[in-house]
């Protein structure tokens, strides 16, 4: 069977009806979609059939599309594909929603010095670390250099151990401050009560002109983020819960916010990122955000990840 370029094959597999046949008409295939299986889950593709999916990009390139080799880098798209939804760092620990693998202060009296929530296997676990009178002396490198050859750090990567989470506090590049702040990405920083409409950051990337390591340790570039944003604003919008089911609300603001653009505009911001507002149309979702259950949103998607050069 003749293949698509993955970067344009992975660009048309989605979830729901209504994602796929918006994509269709981007594509002129006049809202006809297919349900074909990828990576083992039934997806909506444009295209009557298959085969007429697969004709269409042939006719397009005057020909039959190989496939690539599996080191091609995906289109930018997939960096921001998924929709507005549940913060995937959220989890429930003794009955309380806690953020995951985000250390903080213990209290003063405390065994320890530092704590953090992590997921071990399918339960969530509370992970103490450090000791309270012990000072993190990592400016200075031959104690930074003894503690992690004492603690055999290189080889520190259980995330449900201490010592994994104390020799992430010596590690080099990384202030014990910056560690543990609270990060704004995902937050509900406005509510419309009467519109059903929430706003705040999707992605950050940078603050204060310092690159921002998102929750799986990755960098997005502005100008990645900006060509991302601007194909979701104009092929996708539409946002689930918890990233799964039916859509249940829809972007209907969007602002990518880089230097360049606050430059142009004559915006002062001292971050640079993805502002957005949701609103969300199923009642009963909107329920579960005016009670708290539902704080927070995140963005999701596949990318090819890149090795990145400071």
Known sequence: MTKVL???YANDIFTTEMEARARSMDLGLEGDIHVHEYDGQAVYMPGESHSAYLEHYSDMAGGEYAEEEEDERMDSTEALRAVVAEIMCKADYQGEEVTLNKPFRLPSGSSKKFGVYVKDGDKTKKV???SPD???RRDDPDARSNFRARHNCD???DKTSARYWSCRMWEEDMTVSEMTKSDITGQILKVDEEQQIIYGWA????EKGETVVDRQGDVIEAETLVKAVNEFMEHVRI???MHEGEATGQVIHSLPVTKEICDALGIQCDREGW???YKVYDDAVWKRVKSGELRAFSIGGR???EDYIA
């Not at 992605?203 to 940078?206: A, K, P």
């Open 6 to 8: 993955k970067a344009k």
């Open 128 to 130: 103490t670390f450090g």
């Open 134 to 136: 012990m000072e993190i």
């Open 155 to 157: 080889t520190a990567t």
């Open 203 to 206: 992605s950050v990337i940078t």
């Open 239 to 241: 946002g689930k819960t």
């Open 275 to 277: 502002v957005v507002a």
């Open 303 to 305: 990318a090819v990840k």
